[in-house]
């Protein structure tokens, strides 16, 4: 009697939600013929391979977690992100810096006649992940310890803050079978060769996946019966799909975000999942140019980020103080560089500079070429001329990469996004002595900078990483290298009557979509 | 005819070799380091030069060359590097949905630019034929994305009566037809005009031949002489164009794909030379110029059948 009144509330839930998007004229979450519940969603599907240790990323993330078991779940409550116990363990914590423990369920069966899931395939899948493309994620991982079929620790070499985020929340945190992932060689691309998840996944290449029930899954059983990955490469037909009806959730850009909030579609929510891309202005303090920091600070203080963030970006960008995004421990609310075109003046007048021309270079995108425009206008007025060159990503990612020809040496100032995972250890990494020459195009070094570093990756305690890469991005800030800029926010429009869960980078977990 | 026959497929084969090699050249004439492109910030060194050896990267380039046609003669077309998956099962997914819309396409413009083109020839520089030349001036002059974004807009966000994004379920044909309705319109729309303009031009030629001015002199009704001995003469040079042209078509419905979010060839390509995917870029282009040379062999041939005069001189 409890599951028919269940069921008849959710029924009369689902009717009235119908009904009432109808009368709205706008669209809402389907039911089919079969009284099943179907949910459209845009994915900028490119599968290239869903074996957690050689995939790309994005939407393979997405699906792996709607196939395939993982220890533990994203929350993201009062914009911070957490983790809380998947539905395939019955225990999972993390006594010290170093152990993090874990029970599974007992009973959660392999497709494909593999048994069940057990402690061995947890042991196999963190372990391989040292040997992947994703080893990086997984660094801190010295061992898993195996203490009976359902349970073990994982071992870390050093304390790690980041392994929450960075590797067990993350795609890479997806376990496999070991039993059917030796038999094909250790490695997999597209043909999973067992799955254990709430859903199993039918693929038309090129355009959608359809998740179905999983019919040997014994947790809880997700939302949605049936869901329609569709894929819409372009963001703006994506868009129109989700005006015409045919998708109910949707990533949209940020310009049509800032126009949406003022009149959006009928029956639909805004929902601002993240902001993990990090936009600043670079100087390369190793060209003759730039070698005085005054320079370099002038330039700092010449540009005039809030003309940017509404000229480019239609004010949809949140405003940057560093490289460390909102939400994450570290970032920082304000900045000591202001936009101060008379400091900028007598800062080149106090290092001698007149007549100073820079070459500006930015990905050909739209808003960055607009972002360009604006700061040429900007240091043309403190009397800098810039030439603004719009490159296609092939040379614009060599430009800076000493393996890549001797360009880097020309190269002055320019327009650069990263993306990161939601730990500011993410984005650090590009920025230290290492990586100058790799990724570090500003080619500074810092010892404080390298020291913190370690530390920031080593400390748990979230007060003091907090105040770790804040003095991190001081440091950076201080080298005159830099003009943060924003911080481009991850957008997904849906339809009013569903509730989704998706991760600050933008994957969707199927599994805990429900019905708002 | 075997002759004929046998001589053009010699002259395709070098035809896809040519379009082969170009396309292999301009591919390693794109700037920007493939492996940087394809793989992104995370990649290790060791994992960037496993790439590189997978690609062949590190060989000179008509080594490259070499290995890509020395497998192609074999009817392998190597794998994607990326999911592993193989070039060909990849491009013959694609190739129906492309060939499709391609037919579909051009289908529609014949139906809708033949008569056109008659109806302007009947009555040169009369009021009909300047409306429908300037109907036909304007279809060739839109560009097909725009016209793919204003009848998105009109027919599927405003009206709501088509089908936006997709091919349509497989296996339930009216909903892949009417996924197919607004693609083929805007595909297609720009060849009414390109076809009523030839059939117009062929047309005012042959009207004036002795033949058919016999053929009225007969008093044979207007519609005989018009049908059946003017346009099956006229109809000619366009049975050319149409092959070339649905041949083009196979490669060049990439805009309404992307708009569409339709599967296809030309959308394969586009998204792989950007990924500097290079097997597939040169698997799906060795594909499609090899039904670009069959299809106007097929449009030549059947010329050659319905015209006496040009099977007598193969």
Known sequence: MKNFNEKRREFLQVASALGMGAALGGYSIQTNAEGHRVLNARSHLKLASLDPGYMVGGSEITIQWALMPRLANFTFEGGALGWAPSDFVSHLSQPDGTHIDYTLKPGLQWSNGYGELTSDDVKYSFERMLESEWKGDWSALDHVEVKDKYSGTLVLNKAFAPIWALALLSGTGTLVCK????EVGGKYTVDVPATCGPYVMDWIPKQKVTLTHNPLWTGPKPYFDKINYISIDAPEVAELAYEAGEVDCTKILAKTHVRWMKSPPPNTKLHVVGALQYMWM?????????KDIRVRQAIQHAVDIDSIIQGAYEGASIRSYGMVCPGLPGQRKDSSVDYNPEKAKALLSEAGVSGLSLVLKTLNVQERILAAQIIQANLGAVGISVKVIPLDSGPFWNMGQESKGDEWKDLQIWLMRFGGSPDPHSMAQWFVKDQVGIWNWERWSDPEYEDLYIKGQLETDPVKRNAIYVRMQEIMENTGAYV???????VFAHRSNLAPMIAPSGEEDFSRFTAA | MLAYLIKRLLLGVVIVFAALLTVFCLLHLMPGDPVSIALGTRATPEIQAQYAEKMHLNDPLIIQFLIFAGQALTGDLGRDVFSNRAVSVMVFEQLPYTAILAL?????????????GCLSAIRPNSLLDRILGLISVGTIAIPSFLVSIWALLLFAITLRWLPVIGAGE???PLDQAAHLILPSFAVGLGWVGYIARLVRASMLEVMNEN???????FGLKSNTVIYRYALKVAVLPTITMIGIGFGHLLSGTVFAEIIFARPGIGKLIFDMVMSRNFPVVQGAVMVTAAMYVITTLVADLMVAWLDPRVRESL
Do not use: C, F, Q
């Open chain 2, 104 to 116: 579909s396409s051009i289908t529609w413009a014949i139906l809708v630019g033949i008569p056109l």
């Open chain 2, 211 to 217: 033949y058919v001015r016999a053929a009225w002199a």
């Open chain 1, 484 to 490: 943060w800029i924003g911080h481009e926010p991850e």
């Open chain 2, 170 to 172: 497989i296996g339930d």
């Open chain 1, 282 to 290: 670079g100087m390369n303090v190793d060209h003759p140019k730039l």
């Open chain 1, 179 to 182: 039993k059917a992932t030796e």
